[in-house]
């Protein structure tokens, strides 16, 4: 079945790690999307990317980075000059150029900092 | 400043009675608002969307009434039903928008009593 796939779903990381979220997608889709969910707080854009090789920082981009060597796969490294780095993480694609918004969510990523 | 807000962070109705969920922004550059729906450790799932160039959208029991001037959107849930409950986040879009970055409400978390 075609989809997002997150992994892993829940991960605990030290303070000073640096940890790597992976999400793949065979939907074929040419953007990808992270977002941090934060509680009452809804979606805020981290990242993205509209074409391999190529990502434009979101609206809390600072203490992330990204990757897009591959159309199908966009992993997120939450470092360790991420300062709140706790939260749910949501990776999403997208068809380009529809811009009709609709966003394919994986099942996210839970990360809490010990 | 968030420009899009979700003022009420929880809403409870009876089974088969009318949810009617609300969303603010403030950015007139949004041209396109969308509803996502969203289980617990899942994530958000589309469910209905608008243009600024219409005032409703219809899909079964959901509907989406958008009211530009008052930069106001409602979502209506008729009848509501007990799988309905889950967390709602408003999302819009804006002309010109790089890719489909989207610009997420708070949420609102439905309850819905059998």
């Known amino acids: 079945d075609g989809g997002i796939t997150q992994s892993p779903k829940y991960l605990f990381r030290k303070e000073g790690q640096n940890v790597t979220l992976s999400c793949e997608q065979n939907?074929?889709?040419?953007?990808m999307y992270w977002y941090r969910q934060d509680p009452g707080q809804g979606l805020r854009l981290i990242y993205y990317?509209?074409?391999?090789?190529?990502?434009q920082k979101g609206d809390i981009a600072e203490g992330y980075s990204v990757s897009r060597e591959k159309k199908e796969s966009f992993p997120l490294t939450v470092t360790s000059a991420q300062k709140n780095p706790t939260a749910f993480y949501l990776c999403?694609?997208?068809?380009?150029?529809?811009?009709?918004?609709?966003?394919?969510f994986g099942e996210g990523s839970r990360l809490t900092v010990l | 400043d968030q420009q899009v807000k979700q003022n009420s962070p929880s809403l409870s109705v009876q089974e088969g009675r009318i949810s009617i969920l609300n969303c603010d922004y403030t950015?007139?550059?949004?041209?396109?608002f969308l509803w996502y729906k969203k289980y617990p450790a899942e994530g958000p799932t589309f469910l209905i969307s608008?243009?600024?160039?219409?005032d409703k959208n219809e899909d079964g029991r959901f509907t989406v009434f958008l009211n530009k001037s008052a930069k106001h959107l409602s979502l209506h849930i008729v009848p509501s039903q007990p799988g309905d409950s889950a967390v709602y986040f408003c999302?819009?879009?804006?002309?010109?928008?790089?890719?489909?970055?989207?610009?997420f409400g708070g949420g609102t978390r439905l309850m819905v009593k059998p």
């Open positions: 999403a694609s997208s068809i380009q150029g529809t811009n009709t918004g609709e966003l394919f």
């Open positions: 939907l074929n889709h040419d953007a």
């Open positions: 990317s509209q074409i391999v090789n190529d990502f």
């Open positions: 950015n007139s550059m949004f041209d396109y």
């Open positions: 608008i243009s600024s160039i219409k």
């Open positions: 999302a819009a879009s804006g002309v010109g928008n790089a890719g489909n970055m989207l610009t």
